[in-house]
T-cell receptor, first 112, second 114 residues
């Protein structure tokens, strides 16, 4: 069964607005990561947050992690048309062979 | 930009053909992975390797096979392609040691089997 599930499945916003995507997972984790995928391309790592961290920033990205709710959110501030892509969360379960398990992704469209 | 490469980028072949998807990385990473991804869907791990001569099957059963004879090279082979193998195949790598969980992805190979 899927470890991570993103919500919403698709999101369409205007340039300049903020975009928030959520991820829920089922088992305890070592860390959670967010990746971005442009259409037909490979994934690019955006940010990693460890289980003992609650919030992390990287440029216009802000990630939160709530281990009690087994959920994470990715906030992209002041979105740009170039942010249009699919965003995936991926988890490394605690005590595992440290393999990533990906969610189904959120398709973000930023309209100019 | 990650130094991980996949060829071909696109492949359209007929049923029954043998194919090999190439993946190579120049980062010296010990760990390499193959994922299968259908359009708009999540990635599924089909093979991984933690070093030379080490290969394991992933969560998703696959009829493909892999080999790891050199650190930088992790090819995936389908002995007899079928339409059900039509998908995108993504190769990734990560390094050994602390903070090793970040994976670097190649651009993918989009395979269509007619």
């Amino acid at each position: 069964s899927q470890q991570g599930e993103e919500d919403p499945q698709a999101l369409s916003i205007q340039e300049g607005e903020n975009a928030t995507m959520n991820c829920s997972y089922k088992t305890s984790i070592n860390n959670l990561q967010w990746y971005r995928q442009n259409s037909g391309r490979g994934l690019v790592h955006l940010i990693l947050i460890r289980s003992n961290e609650r919030e992390k920033h990287s440029g216009r990205l802000r990630v939160t992690l709530d281990t009690s709710k087994k959920s994470s959110s990715l906030l992209i501030t002041a979105s740009r048309a170039a942010d249009t892509a699919s965003y995936f969360c991926a988890t490394v379960p605690s005590g595992s062979a440290r393999q990533l398990t990906f969610g189904s992704g959120t398709q973000l469209t930023v309209l100019p | 930009e990650a130094d991980i490469y996949q060829t071909p980028r696109y492949l359209v072949i007929g049923t029954g053909k043998k194919i090999t998807l190439e993946c190579s990385q120049t980062m010296g990473h010990d760990k390499m992975y193959w994922y299968q991804q259908d359009p708009g869907m999540e990635l599924h791990l089909i093979h991984y390797s933690y070093g030379v001569n080490s290969t394991e099957k992933g969560d998703l059963s696959s009829e493909s096979t892999v080999s790891r004879i050199r650190t930088e090279h992790f090819p995936l082979t389908l002995e007899s392609a079928r339409p059900s193998h039509t998908s995108q195949y993504l190769c990734a790598s990560s390094r050994e040691g602390p903070s090793t969980d970040t994976q670097y992805f190649g651009p993918g190979t989009r395979l269509t089997v007619l």
